[in-house]
């Protein structure tokens, strides 16, 4: 009897140890995930599996990677999908690209890199590009790989046929109904260790424009009942507690937003859903002005809230096109922690101005007290500063590119597009070292080593603060749990920019640009 062919959908590793990494190996993306479900749904008579590289306990290679040659000797892909959504894991993902093709597999790639440069995808071991949301295009793919037809009537794919390359009308493709997408089966992760947190969405697209962000699709949403559905099928299957919502605007859909949150509160409360269930979110600072919002969130479990507060100096707002204001960011951040929150705070540092007249004339020292200052007077939780990353198919981009700013490729490469490293010339009066060293240096300063001390004093404090105040004792025994964990990692950063000679091979591209501009 013939082996069932198999689709294996592949989550490439992340190249440093960072910020992302450090909470990878926890959970899982769950856009290749509801593709690789969409697929075990689709009656193709196929086996599925997806590989999350970041989360991953099987067999390693020398390098200590997922070993895909004893995987595929074990059971052979027909078909390799790949996520290409991280710029900084675009080399990892032409490698095996080109292994898996070399093995006979089709290989198909879809996410926002791939999106933008569709000619680099397709030269560098993919077959076909997906355009946009791919769930639907995957089962027309394997259909017509399976009876041996080409791909021309499959719509928003790019691909390519002795040597010749296709691109298949529309442009972009987007989910009309997304309340037809099933329940997302995570039982298809392979080699994958218990996951602590659960993805989950409701909404995609973005009505907004920030600069830095390649999320501008239409935005759409699922009904508040469907999404509770989600929840409650992965309590059932997967005994799942926390979840993580990665919609990148939470209340792009207000009323709806609201209703989500009281029908899960509903459910906890009628013991439909078990009340322990935790959630994370992303949202926008101002949301902090919607009262009913914020009680509806707490009283649905909502502990944790991602706000990307991006940076205190107002022209660096404007640059982004964020729509915030300095003056705000601290009032609200109290009003999230009055509710009860954890306030995640997401920055970034060093951000290029628009244009010449509105540049900020400050040196990267002058930032970082910037910075400290609002840090200070906002008390954050928790902190996650990266650098600007002129991430493909962004303005922040194209306006880059035409600036001629962005440090040659060569030196430069994607794999350093995390957010970690420092990829264009930044504004003067910076120095690129200057940039550099300051966003590790407020890492430092907020995740000091101290909190390793603070733990056992926090212990022997219990005694004599619980009586007065559980709450403050328990945020501020968490914040040095919390604060020591940052510390590792900054460290576990530091490593790795040793061990990619980072700051030599700045130097390196800042002076090939200036050879090559003069």
Not at 98 to 105: C, P
Not at 399 to 423: A, F, M, S, T
Not at 454 to 460: D, E, S, Y
């Amino acid at each position: 009897m013939p082996q069932r062919q198999l689709f294996r959908l592949i989550i490439p590793a992340h190249p440093h140890k960072n910020v992302f990494s450090a909470i990878a190996n926890r959970m899982t993306s769950l856009g290749p995930v509801l593709v690789a479900t969409c697929v075990n749904k689709s009656f193709l008579d196929i086996d599925v599996e997806v590989i999350d590289e970041n989360n991953y306990h099987g067999p390693r290679d020398a390098r200590n990677l997922p070993d895909h040659k004893l995987l595929q000797e074990q059971k052979p892909a027909r078909f390799a999908g790949f996520y290409c959504s991280l710029t900084s894991t675009m080399p990892r993902v032409f490698e095996l690209a080109k292994l898996y093709k070399s093995w006979g597999a089709l290989t198909v790639g879809g996410g926002a890199h791939v999106n933008y440069l569709i000619d680099e995808a397709l030269e560098n071991g993919l077959d076909i590009v997906v355009r946009g949301e791919g769930e639907e295009a995957i089962v027309e793919i394997i259909k017509a790989a399976k009876k041996d037809s080409d791909f021309k009537k499959i719509a928003g794919i790019s691909w390519q046929k002795n040597g010749k390359s296709f691109d298949n009308a529309p442009e972009k493709l987007e989910i009309c109904d997304l309340n037809s997408l099933p329940h997302p089966d995570f039982g298809l992760l392979r080699w994958a260790r218990k996951m602590v947190f659960y993805p989950l969405n409701r909404t995609r697209g973005c009505s907004r424009h920030c600069e830095f962000c390649t999320v501008n699709n239409r935005p759409r949403w699922i009904e508040p009942q469907k999404a509770i559905d989600n929840i409650a099928w992965l309590v059932e299957s997967r005994k799942a507690k926390d979840f993580f919502i990665v919609d990148d605007r939470l209340n792009e859909d207000a009323q709806g937003t609201e209703k989500f949150f009281e029908l899960l509160a509903q459910a906890k409360e009628a013991g439909r859903l078990p009340k322990n269930l935790s959630f994370t979110v992303q949202i926008r600072l101002e949301a902090a002005r919607e009262e009913q919002l914020l009680r509806l969130m707490h009283r649905a479990g909502v502990r944790t809230v991602c706000i990307g507060y991006e940076s205190p100096i107002a022209q660096e707002l404007n640059a982004m096109k964020k729509g915030s204001r300095p003056q705000d960011m601290v009032d609200y951040t109290k009003i999230f922690q009055k509710n009860g929150f954890w306030v995640h705070a997401m920055m970034i540092f060093g951000y290029p101005v628009q244009s010449e007249s509105e540049k900020v004339l400050m040196s990267a020292k002058e930032k970082m007290k910037e910075f400290k200052k609002f840090i200070k007077k906002a008390k954050p939780d928790t902190l996650q500063v990266l650098l600007a990353t002129p991430i493909p198919g962004t303005g922040l981009y194209e306006r880059l590119q035409k600036q001629g700013r962005i440090y040659p490729r060569e030196i430069v490469g994607w794999e350093n597009y995390d957010g970690g490293h420092l990829c264009f010339k930044p504004d003067a009066p910076m120095e690129a070292e200057e940039v550099q060293q300051g966003l590790i240096k407020i890492m430092k300063w907020f995740y000091s080593g101290w909190n390793f001390w603070k733990i056992p004093l926090m212990i022997f404090a219990f005694p004599f603060v619980v009586p007065f105040s559980f709450s403050f004792w328990r945020r501020r025994w968490r914040k040095s749990i919390w604060g020591y964990a940052g510390h590792r990692i900054v460290i576990n950063w530091l490593k790795s920019h040793k061990k990619n000679d980072w700051l030599r091979r700045l130097a390196l591209a800042q002076r090939k640009m200036i050879v090559g501009q003069n």
